[in-house]
């Protein structure tokens, strides 16, 4: 299960749902909070997700700000949902996924929920993330620098990267991840 959210954009609701339900093919529950239509389904294919949204900016002519989540379970996803309201509202217009979001525009004033958010049942520590950075990524220099087994690091990566979809070992994900740290 995963959500998207179009903000302001209350007035489509009937013909966004349509589209939706004739594309995508699944069960849609929609939500209006506020003039944002929120909607819930069952769906892989996140740029197959993106270029519908495009359409609907290019059949409304109006400029479109969304966010797409990713697939997880229902509590998991009322946290992102709530992450994904205050972050459209710090975005330019555009389709975003978290990763996208937060790359977007590094400089938000919530870095700590957030961080909170993507390190939630991971058992993995700031301080961890800083140390793995400093090392370069590099496995075996960290692991010894931390007094870890090696197989313990990659449990700890291999858990991180399962629970919250941030690879530390990707560049770009462990540069999230410590500017959510450096930043707060």
Excluded: W
């Amino acid at each position: 299960m995963k959500f998207i959210i179009i903000k302001n954009c209350k007035e489509y609701e009937n013909e966004i749902t349509d589209i939706f339900k004739q594309l995508v093919l699944s069960k849609i529950n929609v939500k209006i909070v506020g003039n944002d239509y929120i909607a819930y389904l069952n769906y892989e294919n996140n740029q197959e997700l993106k270029d519908i949204i495009y359409a609907f900016e290019n059949s409304f002519m109006t400029s479109i700000y969304a966010y797409i989540s990713s697939d997880k379970e229902e509590d998991r996803l009322i946290e992102e949902e709530k992450i994904a309201i205050k972050l459209l509202d710090s975005l330019k217009p555009g389709v975003y996924t978290l990763k996208e979001a937060l790359l977007s525009n590094p400089r938000i004033n919530f870095q700590s929920e957030i961080l909170n958010y993507i390190l939630k049942s991971t058992n993995i520590s700031e301080e961890f993330i800083k140390e793995f950075v400093k090392y370069d990524l590099n496995v075996s220099l960290a692991s010894k620098s931390m007094f870890i087994h090696r197989n313990t690091m990659m449990y700890k990566l291999d858990k991180l990267k399962a629970e919250s979809g941030f690879d530390l070992r990707s560049f770009k994900d462990a540069y999230i991840l410590y500017m959510l740290i450096s930043t707060k």
